[in-house]
C-alpha cells in the first residue's frame, strides 16, 4: 500500500492528539509525520508508535513535501492553509474558517463523500455538533423528505479543549472541598464575565449574534443545509454547555413531508454506516455520554413519534465530538481520498 506524508497542526491539543490516537488504532499509511504547533508548544517531545516526535512551530515552510495536511482547527487555520496548498497538499480543516465557502467542500463522508471530490485544496470538517445530528438525519432523509428540524444539544466542556475540561475538575475539586469554584474560561474565554460550569447548565456556545441566536447555533443551522444540499431546511438550534467532559448529546425533533413510521426509521438508521441504534426503552437502554465516550460511531435512541404534530419524529443522539466530531471525521475524508486515489 502507497504511503502519504502527513503533516498535523494543532498536534499538541485534544484534537491533534486524538489524530495520534487514530492514525495508530486505524493503521493509517503513513511514511512521515510532521507534528506543528504555535511557538508555545515547539520543542515538546512526543512518543508515538516506537518514535520520538519534535513538535516543530508552524510556518509557511511548514508543508514542503506534505500530502496531506490535518488541521486540528483554531485561527492558525486562516494563515496556513493557503501555504499548505501551495505547496502540493490537501487541507482537512477543523476550523470553522473555511466551513462556508461555496470553494470549499464541508463534508461527512457517510453522508455527503461525492463532495470530497470537488476540493481545490481545502476540505472543510463541519462543527462537531453538526457533524453529530447530521450522522442522524442522513438516513432519515433518504426515506423522507425532512422540512423541518428542532435541536438542542447539551455539549461536553471537551468542545472548549483541555481548558474547558481542566476548569470543570478544578471547579468539582474546590466545591467538593468548600471552596468558591472560579471560572475563567467559559461560556466564552475571550469575553468578560465567565460562569461556573460544575453543577451548572450554561446556554450560551460561542458569541451572540445579531439575530440573538449563538455563533454555534447558526453554524448547526448554515452547514447543514450545506451538508445536505437543501436550503429549504428550516431548523432552530439552542444549544448548551453541561458539565460533562466528553461526549455530546441532542435531542433532535423531525418533521417531514410525508408519513415515516417508526419501524423504517429504525431500519434506516440501524442500517446506517456510523450508527449504532441503542433503543430500548422497556430496558432502560438508550445512548448517554457515558458509554459513548471514546468510541467511533454515534449512537441513537429515544426514537417515537411527536404526539403534537403530523409526520414528525423525535430521537437522542450522542456522539463522542473530539473523535467523530472531529479527528476521526477529517481522518475518515483522508481514508476515502485514498481508497479512491484522490491524492
Given at each position: 500500500m502507497k504511503k502519504y506524508r502527513v503533516a498535523i497542526l494543532g498536534a499538541t491539543g485534544a484534537v491533534g492528539q486524538e489524530f495520534l490516537n487514530l492514525i495508530e488504532e486505524r493503521k493509517f499509511p503513513f511514511s512521515e509525520l510532521r507534528l506543528l504547533a504555535s511557538s508555545r508548544s515547539a520543542g515538546k517531545k512526543i512518543a508515538f508508535m516506537g518514535k520520538e516526535y519534535t513538535v516543530e512551530e508552524t510556518t509557511a515552510d511548514s508543508f514542503a513535501g506534505i500530502d496531506i495536511a490535518l488541521f486540528a482547527g483554531g485561527a492558525a487555520s486562516k494563515e496556513f492553509a493557503p501555504h499548505a496548498v501551495k505547496a502540493g497538499a490537501v487541507v482537512i480543516d477543523n476550523s470553522s474558517a473555511f466551513r462556508m465557502d461555496p470553494e470549499v467542500p464541508l463534508v461527512v463522508p457517510e453522508v455527503n463523500p461525492e463532495a470530497i471530490k470537488k476540493h481545490k485544496g481545502i476540505i472543510a470538517n463541519p462543527n462537531c455538533s453538526t457533524i453529530i445530528m447530521v450522522m442522524g438525519l442522513k438516513?432519515?432523509?433518504?426515506?423522507?423528505?425532512?422540512?423541518?428540524?428542532?435541536?438542542?444539544?447539551?455539549?461536553a466542556v471537551s468542545g472548549a479543549g483541555k481548558e474547558g475540561m481542566a476548569e470543570l475538575?478544578?471547579?468539582?475539586?474546590?466545591?467538593s472541598a468548600g471552596k468558591d469554584a472560579e471560572a475563567n474560561i467559559l461560556p466564552v474565554g475571550k469575553l468578560p464575565?465567565?460562569?461556573?460550569?460544575a453543577f451548572n447548565l450554561i446556554p450560551q456556545i460561542d458569541v451572540f449574534m445579531d439575530n440573538l441566536y449563538t455563533k454555534e447555533e447558526m453554524k448547526m443551522i448554515d452547514e447543514t443545509k450545506k451538508i445536505?444540499?437543501?436550503?429549504?431546511?428550516?431548523?432552530?438550534?439552542?444549544?448548551?454547555?453541561?458539565?460533562v467532559y466528553r461526549s455530546h448529546a441532542e435531542s433532535v425533533n423531525v418533521e417531514f413531508a410525508e408519513e415515516i413510521s417508526l419501524d423504517a426509521a429504525r431500519a434506516a438508521l440501524a442500517a446506517f454506516p456510523g450508527v449504532i441504534l441503542r433503543d430500548n426503552p422497556s430496558e432502560q437502554e438508550y445512548p448517554m455520554p457515558l458509554f459513548t465516550s471514546g468510541k467511533t460511531d454515534v449512537e441513537i435512541g429515544r426514537l417515537r413519534r411527536d404526539e403534537s404534530t403530523d409526520n414528525a419524529l423525535n430521537f437522542w443522539i450522542c456522539g463522542d465530538q473530539i473523535r467523530k466530531g472531529a479527528a476521526l471525521n477529517a481522518l475518515q475524508i483522508a481514508e476515502y481520498m485514498i481508497a479512491h486515489e484522490l491524492v
Amino acid at each position: 500500500m502507497k504511503k502519504y506524508r502527513v503533516a498535523i497542526l494543532g498536534a499538541t491539543g485534544a484534537v491533534g492528539q486524538e489524530f495520534l490516537n487514530l492514525i495508530e488504532e486505524r493503521k493509517f499509511p503513513f511514511s512521515e509525520l510532521r507534528l506543528l504547533a504555535s511557538s508555545r508548544s515547539a520543542g515538546k517531545k512526543i512518543a508515538f508508535m516506537g518514535k520520538e516526535y519534535t513538535v516543530e512551530e508552524t510556518t509557511a515552510d511548514s508543508f514542503a513535501g506534505i500530502d496531506i495536511a490535518l488541521f486540528a482547527g483554531g485561527a492558525a487555520s486562516k494563515e496556513f492553509a493557503p501555504h499548505a496548498v501551495k505547496a502540493g497538499a490537501v487541507v482537512i480543516d477543523n476550523s470553522s474558517a473555511f466551513r462556508m465557502d461555496p470553494e470549499v467542500p464541508l463534508v461527512v463522508p457517510e453522508v455527503n463523500p461525492e463532495a470530497i471530490k470537488k476540493h481545490k485544496g481545502i476540505i472543510a470538517n463541519p462543527n462537531c455538533s453538526t457533524i453529530i445530528m447530521v450522522m442522524g438525519l442522513k438516513p432519515l432523509y433518504d426515506i423522507a423528505k425532512i422540512r423541518r428540524i428542532v435541536v438542542s444539544t447539551y455539549q461536553a466542556v471537551s468542545g472548549a479543549g483541555k481548558e474547558g475540561m481542566a476548569e470543570l475538575e478544578e471547579q468539582v475539586a474546590a466545591l467538593s472541598a468548600g471552596k468558591d469554584a472560579e471560572a475563567n474560561i467559559l461560556p466564552v474565554g475571550k469575553l468578560p464575565k465567565h460562569y461556573q460550569i460544575a453543577f451548572n447548565l450554561i446556554p450560551q456556545i460561542d458569541v451572540f449574534m445579531d439575530n440573538l441566536y449563538t455563533k454555534e447555533e447558526m453554524k448547526m443551522i448554515d452547514e447543514t443545509k450545506k451538508i445536505m444540499e437543501d436550503d429549504s431546511l428550516r431548523i432552530t438550534a439552542t444549544t448548551v454547555r453541561v458539565p460533562v467532559y466528553r461526549s455530546h448529546a441532542e435531542s433532535v425533533n423531525v418533521e417531514f413531508a410525508e408519513e415515516i413510521s417508526l419501524d423504517a426509521a429504525r431500519a434506516a438508521l440501524a442500517a446506517f454506516p456510523g450508527v449504532i441504534l441503542r433503543d430500548n426503552p422497556s430496558e432502560q437502554e438508550y445512548p448517554m455520554p457515558l458509554f459513548t465516550s471514546g468510541k467511533t460511531d454515534v449512537e441513537i435512541g429515544r426514537l417515537r413519534r411527536d404526539e403534537s404534530t403530523d409526520n414528525a419524529l423525535n430521537f437522542w443522539i450522542c456522539g463522542d465530538q473530539i473523535r467523530k466530531g472531529a479527528a476521526l471525521n477529517a481522518l475518515q475524508i483522508a481514508e476515502y481520498m485514498i481508497a479512491h486515489e484522490l491524492v
